[in-house]
């Protein structure tokens, strides 16, 4: 007996030894080292990388947490890529559930390639929020911020952008409206001393002197009108003009009213400054300009570290601050172009129509700018963000030099219409970022991967879809019309990463290498309790999509690592029927029980897929289907669904590298099925029922006969080598040969087909 088994099991090599050598000796007849030789001679790829063990996968460990209202439950998934663009064609990682007491933890299979993933955050509403983090040493870790701002109590005003009241109040000033002199073309200004245009006046002449002294200057109070003519609009140092209720400065047009030295104004509540253009020199002496009433100017330029303070509503079509200059608003400004120069700090409403430079947002400030940047310029644009502050940009963003940097502890958010540079753009903190559309001219993949998401990696940053952040502001005077998260959101993609398992059939023979032989898509799906994450049952979608062989074959699954006790009950579903009955085909050699849709007779788990393929597509053996020759014929999915008898856990019982799916045949008059199993699973040996010829495998080193690949492989047309280097464009895929020399390059081989060379 034993003999006879031995016989078997050497039967093979003989056989493969005597097609490779022509007459001759008897010597010659079984030659391991000739065996070898054809083994490295025939496979497509010379020096393999040692260390290729033909992996395209990893396990990362998951770890997200939320830390938002409690008691509301969150839908966590995790995406390849970006889940949030138009036609995403994002795959699922992994799918849970986490809330303020929850964290999502789980084991997830992702393609090796992947060096970082997008985790989605839905809420009841269907509203997105997306962080895009690295993996890193197998593990993904994220955490969504704080609570939204509409579970504070209550809301308050920044304290972070400067607050200023003049140094003399308003009702000081009005005191000195009865002493004060009126002001007359003659009159001569002192130091100290008040001045007045009263109600319903209007003073058209000049105010100035040479030779005011800046310590203690001279008090122009304006309760009616001036309306200074061309010659007359610079103003020496030593002047202070307060504008009260009801005053007004009329600056003429093509004419700047100048404030030299010391010279300042303070325009309380109800005054006005209005007309051409005001520019401030020596920095007022470093004193506050200031305007609590209305300001409507054309241009406004300040020099040598000046200061505006505004808390009423400014209007300026053009803005220039010089370096070290600072606009503070704690108001509303409506501004038409600033300069790249200038820094405004704001605490309040602010309105932009082009917009570079330094720009300090306060807690629940607001700003709304047409065009942000300017990258024709290569200006630096630099941004700070405070708590439930928000930026909208009504049209168009050039975020080629822009710098983010958002608040710690609260989110803010920023609202992009359209993206039409990205360049040099960098994020931190807590910023949500809701983008509506991307310029034409940049594609989807350098805005998302590229520059944007890169900016926000590993940040607090998130990104939405327009109206889905989950930060609201309500309206108001700072605020503007605020923001309110829209009552629905959007659907995100939920198919599974499909791994395609492609078999070369010949084993222990060489094979002509276009892995069509039998073609596997497949898809695994975790069926989860809600509120747990416990799985209680895993879902294999196993697809045949094309029978290249001319021989029978059939497809089992064995799964490594675990027992049949873990499994509580095997059911299958969608075209079940047609699989089920391939194994009454003569050329079946799986013992099937279709009880248990196992083979009872092995200790492990192997489940039967499919008793002879062809029989599946409903043609002959030797028939080949959609692999270009032959037939095309439609794929049958076999839904195999494993219930298990731990309901509890919250990790898989098996995952990607437990799934040894293998092909086998008849060979010859052998009474075991010859089995075909990807490189990583040879050292299981074979099934029960079967035989892997470990001899042969042992003179093979790390060729393989099958190899498993992400994303619903292209596989090669019949005949078509999958790789060569002597004619690459004759071949599938002309990279996978440098990728199996190397394994650390060329890892995405399988995107790069010569297109008329592959199927699908």
């Known amino acids: ?47 393999i990388d040692p260390a290729m063990d033909w992996k395209m996968t990893q396990q990362v460990r998951v770890n997200v947490s939320v830390s938002e209202d409690a008691g509301i439950d969150y839908t966590i998934r995790i995406y390849d890529k970006n889940p949030l663009i ?32 997008f985790v989605c955050r839905t809420d009841a509403h269907s509203r997105n929020i997306v962080k895009y983090v690295s993996i890193q040493n197998g593990q993904l870790h994220a955490a969504f911020g704080s609570s939204p701002a509409t579970t504070r109590a209550a809301w308050t005003r920044s304290v972070s952008i400067e607050t200023y009241s003049p140094e003399k109040s308003e009702a000081e000033i009005t005191a000195m409206l009865s002493s004060a ?22 003073y058209r002449n000049k105010i100035s002197k040479d030779g005011m002294g800046s310590d203690n200057p001279a008090i122009i109070i304006i309760e009616g009108s001036w309306e200074p003519n061309g010659n007359n609009m610079t103003v020496e140092r030593g002047f202070e003009f307060y ?29 006005t400054i209005k007309g051409n253009d005001i520019e401030l020199t020596n920095a007022s002496g470093g004193s506050y300009n200031y305007n609590a009433g209305t300001m409507e100017i054309d241009d406004f330029h300040v020099s040598q570290g000046g200061a505006f303070y505004n808390c009423g509503t400014v209007r300026v079509d053009e803005m220039n601050f010089d370096s070290g200059c600072k606009f503070i608003n704690q108001g ?14 704001n605490g309040c409403y602010l309105y932009a129509e082009e917009f570079v430079g330094t720009l300090n947002m306060g807690d629940t400030s607001s700003a709304e700018i047409e065009d942000f940047g300017d990258h024709s310029n290569n200006y630096n644009t630099r941004i700070t963000m405070g708590d439930n502050s928000m930026i909208t940009v009504l049209d168009e963003a050039e975020l080629s030099q822009a710098q983010f940097m958002g608040p710690n502890n609260e989110y803010a958010l920023v609202k992009i219409n359209k993206i039409e540079d990205i360049g040099n753009f960098s994020s931190q903190g807590n910023i949500h970022y809701e983008v509506k559309e991307i310029d034409d001219d940049i594609t989807e993949d350098i805005w998302w991967e590229a520059k944007f998401l890169d900016a926000i990696k590993n940040t607090e940053g998130t990104i939405s879809k327009w109206g889905e952040s989950p930060i609201t502001i309500p309206a108001g005077d700072c605020t503007g019309e605020g923001n309110t998260p829209d009552e629905s959101g959007s659907e995100t993609p939920t198919d599974p990463v499909s791994y395609t398992y492609v078999f070369e059939d010949n084993f222990p023979l060489v094979g002509d290498y276009d892995f069509n032989d039998v073609v596997l898509d497949v898809e695994t799906y975790y069926h989860r309790e809600k509120k747990t994450n416990h799985i209680k049952r895993i879902q294999l979608d196993v697809t045949l999509a094309a029978a290249g062989a001319s021989k029978p074959l059939g497809v089992g699954l064995r799964i490594t690592g675990i027992n049949k006790s873990d499994i509580r009950e095997i059911k299958t579903g969608g075209d079940d029927s047609r699989f089920q009955e391939s194994f009454n085909s003569s050329y079946n050699k799986f013992r099937y029980n279709n009880v248990t849709y196992m083979e009872d007779s092995d200790p492990s788990v192997v489940i039967p897929i499919a008793g002879e393929v062809h029989n599946v597509f409903g043609v002959e053996p030797g028939e080949m289907v959609n692999t270009g020759i032959g037939v095309t014929a439609k794929e049958y ?12 856990r919250t990790e898989p019982l098996f995952s990607k590298d437990n799934l040894d799916f293998f ?39 790390n060729n393989t006969w099958a190899i498993c690949v992400p994303y619903g492989f292209r596989y090669p047309k019949e005949t078509i080598n999958v790789s060569r280097t002597d004619i690459p ?17 060329y890892t995405e081989w399988y995107e790069h087909p010569v297109e008329e060379n592959v199927y699908r």
């Open 243 to 271: 504008v009260i209720d009801g005053g007004e400065i009329v600056i003429p047009d093509e004419h700047t009213f100048t404030l030299v030295q010391s010279s300042r104004f303070i325009v309380y509540a109800g005054g």
């Open 86 to 117: 138009s036609r995403s064609s994002a795959k699922l990682l992994a799918e849970g559930t986490a809330n303020n007491t929850t964290v999502f933890t789980t084991v997830m299979d992702c393609p090796s390639v992947l060096t970082s993933a």
């Open 663 to 701: 092909i086998c045949y008849q060979y010859k008059s052998m009474e075991q099925r010859m089995e075909v199993h990807l490189y990583e699973f040879w050292g299981y040996g074979a099934t029960d029922a079967g035989t892997i010829q470990q001899e042969n495998l042992d003179l093979a080193g």
């Open 729 to 745: 464009e004759a071949s599938a895929y002309p990279e996978f040969i440098y990728w199996a020399q190397d394994r650390t390059q």
């Open 332 to 345: 509303k400004a409506y501004i038409g172009k600033t300069d790249s120069n200038i820094t405004i700090d």
């Open 637 to 648: 999915t076999y839904e195999v669904i494993i219930e298990l008898t731990d309901q509890t």
């Open 1 to 47: 007996m034993g003999e006879n088994i031995q016989y078997k099991r050497f039967l093979p090599l003989v056989i493969l030894a005597m097609s490779m050598l022509l007459q001759g000796c008897k010597d010659d007849v079984f030659n391991p080292e000739k065996v070898k030789a054809a083994y490295q001679d025939k496979f497509p790829v010379k020096n």
């Open 181 to 202: 002199e009126e002001i007359r073309p003659n009159t001569d200004f002192q130091n100290g001393k008040a001045y007045k245009i009263s109600k319903d006046n209007i």
